[in-house]
């Protein structure tokens, strides 16, 4: 049971390159996440995602969009990376009323954006 | 909106108690999630709260919450090198966050003297 697994673990982007980090589940879970984590700001929302085929906005969603056309994968997609970008990105899953179990986040996603 | 407060640093000795302490605004918050993450790994759940609860205990872990002052607290019985983490502090009007996520609070440094 690999639980969530995050694609890259690292990656230097160039300002203005695009880029998709994948994220996949085998745990059945409806909803995935995707965080950002800077150093002082703790965890930010950017998207998410409470089924197949449904994405919603979070806190900071602006310069990044996402698609969940399977159940089990979540991508998180720049368009045209920033240095403001930079950051470890962290996804997530939970079952819908998951209670108990809370969040299982992925290993993250350092990416560095020059 | 949300918010979730922390001190971004706790530093003890090793074998002492650790209590990690955070606050919260949102007075619907029903569940309250402490994570923790060692380095370079995403997060953990270690351990949860409802709000009709005082008190939660689980081996060297004792969660107290005071929901008048929304005052929730950490104690680490014994502290341990491997206890060296940050911790979060989350909370959620739904169970397991729903699909509006989890309000992380920035994280706690534990750092463990020897």
């Known amino acids: 049971n690999a639980g969530v697994t995050q694609t890259p673990k690292f990656r230097v982007l160039k300002t203005g390159q695009s880029m998709t980090l994948l994220c996949a589940q085998d745990m059945n879970h409806e909803y995935m996440y995707w965080y950002r984590q800077d150093p002082g700001m703790g965890l930010r929302l950017i998207h998410y995602s409470v089924g197949e085929g449904t994405t919603a906005k979070g806190e900071v969603p602006d310069g990044y969009n996402v698609s969940r056309l399977k159940k089990q994968n979540f991508l998180l997609g720049l368009e045209s990376a920033a240095p403001s970008q930079t950051s470890v990105y962290f996804c997530?899953?939970?079952?819908?009323?998951?209670?108990?179990?809370?969040?299982?986040f992925g290993s993250g996603t350092r990416l560095t954006v020059v | 909106g949300e918010d979730v407060e922390q001190s971004l640093f706790l530093s003890v000795r090793e074998g002492d108690s650790s209590v990690i302490n955070c606050t919260y605004t949102?007075?619907?918050?029903?569940?309250l999630y402490w994570y923790k993450q060692e380095p370079g790994a995403g997060l953990q759940l270690l351990t949860y709260?409802?709000?009709?609860?005082d008190m939660k205990q689980d081996q060297r872990l004792t969660v107290l919450l005071n929901k008048k002052d929304k005052h929730l607290s950490l104690r680490i019985a014994d502290t341990q090198t491997g206890d060296s983490a940050i911790y979060f502090c989350?909370?959620?009007?739904?169970?397991?966050?729903?699909?509006?996520?989890?309000?992380f609070g920035k994280g706690t440094h534990l750092i463990i003297q020897p």
């Open positions: 709260i409802f709000s009709n609860m």
């Open positions: 997530a899953s939970s079952l819908q009323t998951g209670f108990l179990s809370g969040y299982t």
């Open positions: 949102d007075s619907s918050s029903t569940y």
């Open positions: 989350a909370e959620s009007i739904r169970p397991g966050g729903g699909a509006d996520g989890l309000t």
